[in-house]
């Protein structure tokens, strides 16, 4: 029995899954991402009611209102899409910084240029300078364009994961993304789980650029123009879009001064580069991931003093959190144990696996300090940090939440595959540290 369900969850996870999400989760965020633009998803069906295509069916209506019947997307939008991968391509490559060896379970290592946060700081000052301060573009542009640019990034994403589904490698990589190594799959799986843990391309390394320099650098850019919208609407910004502007960026702060730890995560060591990765962090990224931003330009709040401080000082914290626990196991691990943590010499697991090619390797487990408490508390004070710059938004409207939700989701699914994962490359050490430390996430309840 049990191995029947093993068996129809994994066929739902790499064949039925992929397929309800490819057709499903474009529509949804596009709904989502609407809605926040307009300020309430009744705008945007509002929009459908009042549409002068008399003659169109409702479906189709709908599909314009959120952007999904573009055709190949407007000349402005593929301007915007080519400047900024280009720009991005030019910052990676040409902004001082040194290079670091990725981790790899199998095939080719990667080498990452680690230039983020430098380039996290000239892109958004640069933004900053040529719309508003030189006047070249208007600085709403990104939110007046946002359907369209999303359209393009679709039909990119799209493209980009066939190509890389049907080109031909020197070394196939199995990974774990899938939960198999078996490389005899169709061209469904290979399209959207992808072939490849590390693709190269023309010197770059594929899933830095779209996962970092694409998804997330166009995530503050997006906030910005939101913070321009909004002053060009009401001739001010609200305390309340402050915040939450605020938060993200310090959170994207940590993210980008901690590049070079997430090239250790899951995403970047395991997952293929296909459908769910590229396009996850190409698309959906900037559709869902600034939506408190989007959802306040319309729907501005003044908050009480008070209220804005707390809020800051827990934000904050939670992101101090997320990134301390990081943080220390990176130097456990870089200092072979030989370190402190919370004031005291670390307790470790030394745990032995052995590669594809029968290989013997050791890892550190660390058993102290956040590590000590669950086996990924560090998704708390990241859910948590979501929350809180989502909080300002008040309660309205639950489209600014999604996030959160869609988060939350997302983590507890990825303890999961990363437990799975553990299970099965360090055995009997795993279930060692699990034993020491029982909780996935939430300490006494998950």
Same mark, same amino acid.
């Given at each position: 029995?049990?191995?029947?369900?093993?068996?129809?969850?994994?066929?739902?996870?790499?064949?039925?899954?992929?397929?309800?999400?490819?057709? %499903?989760?474009?529509?949804?965020?596009?709904?989502?991402?609407?809605?926040?633009?307009?300020?309430?998803?009744?705008?945007?069906?509002?929009?459908?009611?009042?549409?002068?295509?008399?003659?169109?069916?409702?479906l189709?209506?709908?599909?314009?209102?959120?952007?999904?019947?573009?055709?190949?997307?407007?000349?402005?939008?593929?301007?915007? %899409?080519?400047?900024?991968?280009?720009?991005?391509?030019?910052?990676?490559?040409?902004?001082?910084?040194?290079?670091?060896?990725?981790?790899?379970?199998?095939?080719?290592?990667p080498?990452?240029?680690?230039?983020?946060?430098?380039?996290?700081?000239?892109?958004?000052?640069?933004?900053?300078?040529?719309s508003?301060?030189?006047?070249?573009?208007?600085?709403t542009?990104?939110?007046?364009?946002?359907?369209?640019?999303?359209?393009?990034?679709?039909?990119?994403?799209?493209?980009?994961?066939?190509?890389?589904?049907?080109?031909?490698?020197?070394k196939?990589?199995?990974?774990?993304?899938?939960?198999s190594?078996?490389?005899?799959?169709?061209?469904?799986?290979?399209?959207?789980?992808?072939?490849?843990?590390?693709?190269?391309?023309m010197?770059?390394?594929?899933?830095?650029?779209?996962?970092?320099?694409?998804?997330?650098?166009?995530?503050?850019?997006?906030?910005?123009?939101?913070?321009?919208?909004?002053?060009?609407?009401?001739?001010?910004?609200?305390?309340?879009?402050?915040?939450?502007?605020?938060?993200?960026?310090?959170?994207?702060?940590?993210?980008?001064?901690?590049e070079?730890?997430?090239?250790?995560?899951?995403?970047?060591?395991?997952?293929?580069a296909?459908?769910?990765?590229?396009?996850?962090?190409?698309?959906?990224?900037?559709?869902?991931?600034?939506?408190?931003?989007m959802?306040?330009?319309?729907?501005?709040?003044?908050?009480?003093t008070?209220?804005?401080?707390?809020?800051?000082?827990?934000?904050?914290?939670?992101?101090?959190?997320?990134?301390?626990a990081?943080?220390?196991?990176?130097?456990v691990?870089?200092?072979?144990?030989?370190?402190?943590?919370?004031?005291?010499?670390?307790?470790?697991?030394?745990a032995?696996?052995?590669?594809?090619?029968?290989?013997?390797?050791?890892?550190?487990?660390?058993?102290?300090?956040?590590?000590?408490?669950?086996?990924?508390?560090?998704?708390?004070?990241?859910?948590?940090?979501?929350?809180?710059?989502?909080?300002?938004?008040?309660?309205?409207?639950?489209?600014?939440?999604?996030?959160?939700?869609?988060?939350?989701?997302?983590?507890?699914?990825?303890t999961?595959?990363?437990?799975?994962?553990?299970?099965?490359?360090?055995?009997s050490?795993?279930?060692?540290?699990?034993?020491?430390?029982?909780?996935?996430?939430?300490?006494?309840?998950?």
């Amino acid at each position: 029995m049990g191995k029947n369900n093993d068996t129809k969850q994994g066929r739902f996870r790499l064949i039925f899954g992929p397929i309800f999400m490819m057709t %499903f989760t474009p529509v949804f965020a596009l709904t989502i991402c609407a809605g926040c633009l307009r300020g309430s998803l009744a705008s945007v069906l509002d929009d459908v009611s009042r549409s002068s295509n008399d003659s169109g069916s409702p479906l189709v209506k709908f599909f314009t209102a959120i952007g999904l019947a573009q055709g190949l997307g407007s000349p402005t939008a593929w301007t915007i %899409f080519v400047v900024f991968v280009a720009s991005q391509l030019i910052v990676l490559k040409c902004v001082p910084g040194g290079e670091e060896e990725g981790v790899t379970a199998t095939g080719r290592t990667p080498v990452y240029k680690t230039n983020g946060l430098a380039s996290f700081f000239l892109t958004t000052t640069g933004y900053v300078l040529l719309s508003i301060v030189f006047g070249l573009f208007p600085a709403t542009i990104l939110y007046d364009n946002l359907l369209e640019i999303l359209w393009v990034a679709e039909i990119a994403s799209i493209v980009l994961c066939l190509w890389l589904a049907v080109r031909k490698t020197s070394k196939p990589q199995t990974g774990t993304g899938t939960e198999s190594a078996n490389e005899q799959i169709s061209l469904l799986l290979k399209f959207y789980w992808g072939r490849e843990v590390h693709p190269s391309v023309m010197g770059f390394e594929l899933k830095q650029v779209t996962n970092c320099r694409f998804g997330m650098m166009i995530w503050p850019l997006i906030m910005i123009s939101c913070m321009a919208k909004q002053w060009e609407i009401y001739g001010y910004i609200s305390n309340s879009m402050a915040t939450a502007a605020f938060l993200q960026f310090a959170y994207l702060t940590k993210f980008f001064h901690w590049e070079s730890g997430y090239m250790r995560t899951l995403d970047m060591m395991h997952d293929r580069a296909g459908y769910y990765i590229c396009w996850g962090c190409m698309f959906y990224v900037p559709s869902i991931y600034p939506s408190p931003a989007m959802y306040l330009v319309r729907n501005p709040n003044s908050l009480p003093t008070l209220v804005v401080a707390a809020l800051v000082v827990s934000g904050l914290l939670c992101v101090g959190l997320n990134y301390q626990a990081d943080w220390q196991k990176q130097e456990v691990r870089k200092s072979d144990g030989r370190c402190l943590i919370w004031g005291e010499p670390p307790k470790v697991i030394r745990a032995k696996y052995t590669d594809e090619n029968n290989v013997e390797h050791s890892q550190i487990l660390l058993v102290s300090g956040w590590w000590g408490i669950s086996r990924h508390f560090h998704y708390i004070p990241e859910i948590l940090a979501s929350l809180i710059w989502t909080l300002p938004c008040l309660f309205e409207s639950g489209l600014p939440y999604f996030y959160v939700i869609y988060l939350t989701m997302l983590l507890i699914d990825r303890t999961d595959r990363d437990d799975r994962r553990c299970l099965n490359k360090y055995k009997s050490y795993w279930k060692k540290y699990t034993e020491a430390v029982p909780y996935k996430m939430i300490p006494y309840i998950y």
